[in-house]
């Protein structure tokens, strides 16, 4: 849904470097959800956020990887000293509310470490 | 465990005739919710239908339906009268609980022959 804005769409990044992903949810919407697409696999959630608060980190891994959506501004997803293994689409998601509601994707992010 | 399984990698189908794609779920959940989402060569995330679980009537979005049969635990999408613009990757997602956190099947690739 063109509603929710990533950016970039594109993104390379040499090993060992920061990667910092930003999705501006739809208007009225205060829900965000982070999900990574592998080649050749599906989504898989990452992380769930409300304006201020993780709900929801389960499917981050323990480490380098980091959520934030503050009160003001885009969520960020950041990546830190970047792997190969880290090359994926990366979508954000939003909605209105926290159940019952639809949730509409942004285009996503394609990340590539070379 | 899997929750989401899509049987089918790939699916041919002519054009303008009909074409289901199979999913199954697993979840112990009363209350959960069942999307399928379309993904282009170009890689947006697009939502086509949803279906409660407390829904009594299969969904219908179009030429897009979604045939639930509760106690088999399926919730397979059917397309009808098949255009060339349905060639893309399909994705069936499972809503669990109160929160929008989607679980994704592993996608099934459909594509239309003329």
């Known amino acids: 849904n063109a509603g929710v804005m990533q950016n970039p769409r594109h993104l390379v990044r040499r090993r060992g470097q920061e990667a910092r992903l930003r999705c501006s949810p739809m208007?009225?919407?205060?829900?965000v959800y982070w999900y990574r697409q592998l080649p050749e696999e599906g989504l898989k959630f990452m992380v769930y956020?409300?304006?201020?608060?993780?709900?929801?980190e389960s499917g981050m891994p323990k480490e380098r990887f980091s959520a934030e959506f503050p009160k003001e501004g885009p969520s960020i997803l950041r990546i830190q000293q970047v792997v190969r293994g880290d090359s994926a689409a990366y979508f954000c998601?939003?909605?209105?509310?926290?159940?019952?509601?639809?949730?509409?994707f942004g285009q996503g992010t394609r990340l590539t470490v070379v | 465990a899997q929750k989401i399984t899509q049987t089918q990698p790939g699916m041919f189908v002519q054009e303008k005739e009909a074409v289901t794609l199979d999913c199954t779920y697993d979840?112990?959940?009363?209350?959960?919710?069942l999307f399928w989402y379309k993904q282009p060569s170009s890689g947006e995330m697009i939502f086509l239908i949803y279906?409660?679980?407390?829904?009594?009537q299969n969904a219908t979005e179009g030429r897009y339906s979604l045939n639930f049969q509760k106690a088999r635990k399926s919730a397979n999408l059917v397309i009808s009268a098949s255009q060339l613009g349905d060639s893309a990757m399909y994705f069936c997602a499972m809503r669990e609980g109160i929160w929008n956190k989607l679980v994704f099947g592993a996608g099934t690739i459909l594509r239309v022959k003329s």
């Open positions: 998601a939003s909605s209105p509310g926290g159940g019952l509601f639809e949730a509409f």
């Open positions: 956020l409300q304006k201020e608060n993780i709900i929801d």
């Open positions: 208007k009225g919407h205060s829900h």
């Open positions: 279906q409660g679980s407390y829904d009594e």
């Open positions: 979840t112990s959940d009363q209350s959960y919710g």
